[in-house]
């Protein structure tokens, strides 16, 4: 019995809607250990967004080998000119 019908571009809405489920594994690092593996990258790609009102908690994004990294940060990053930096209003990393 299958779970899924239709195309594949409509199955990440039957499972909940969580892309990361679906395409990849989502792996929540300490912040160092993310550094640690944009230093990896010869040119990374990093994604951005900020939440809270009174405190702003900053959240960071990027792949590697196959699996999707994020971490949380009280501080905002600057990142060197290699590392490509996007910032979007919203991050999903409920996985």
Do not use: H, R, W
């Amino acid at each position: 019995m299958s779970y899924y019908s239709g195309d594949a571009a409509a199955q990440p809405a039957t499972i909940g809607g969580s892309i990361f489920t679906y395409q990849g594994t989502g792996v929540c690092v300490k912040l160092d250990a993310f550094l640690n593996i944009l230093a990896k990258g010869e040119e990374p790609l990093v994604i951005v967004t900020s939440e809270g009102y009174f405190t702003k908690i900053y959240k960071y994004v990027t792949a590697y080998k196959g699996f999707v990294f994020f971490t949380e940060s009280l501080d905002k990053l600057d990142f060197g000119s290699n590392i490509e930096v996007i910032y979007a209003q919203s991050l999903g990393t409920n996985i």
